[in-house]
């Protein structure tokens, strides 16, 4: 499958989790800038700055705003605890993977001392992992799913970033997006 029959927004402004979102579901029209600013007053109807997105309105949104839009599709989003290994994923049950990474903030060709952050889908198609980070001109293949273990394990070795599996509800209460052997057993 070539990267031509995958869904790829390319990134404009800020707007980073809205293509990590669209790219994951693999739809255009899954979520909009208008959208994502509703959930932003929604979370904050009270404050004049609204602390989810950037100053500017240009997008820059938080991973609340991104759990929200997710909700919206019956969605979770599990923050992965780093200190394990990726590889006790359960691909099987969930949609994909949301990674957040330091961005450089840059005006033309300069580079400014600030950091951002960034978000970007990976997601299975067809049987193929793709990054499908709104930076790149086209998506990526990573590979078959071991090869997006060593992907993400390699991501995750650095300390300033984070991983989102994204699932359908319920799998995140059950645990089943860990493979058996390591889901905690609960009690009832």
Known sequence: MGASSVYHEKQ???LCALHALNNLFQDKGCYN???LDEICRNLAPNDYINPHRSILGLGNYDINV??????MKDCE???FDKRKDPSCIDTTTIIGFILNVPSN???GFVRLPLQRRH????KQINGEYWNLDSKLDAPQVIGDEFQ??????NQLQSNDKELFIV???GVDNDQTWLLPEYRRETSQ
Do not use: D, F, P
């Not at 991104?66 to 909700?71: G, M, S």
């Open 12 to 14: 404009i402004k800020e």
């Open 33 to 35: 800038k208008v959208q």
């Open 66 to 71: 991104i759990i929200t839009a997710l909700h």
């Open 77 to 79: 989003a599990i923050w």
């Open 105 to 107: 903030y840059k005006i």
């Open 119 to 122: 978000w970007i889908s990976v």
């Open 148 to 153: 997006t273990m060593e992907y993400l394990r």
């Open 167 to 169: 699932c359908s509800k």
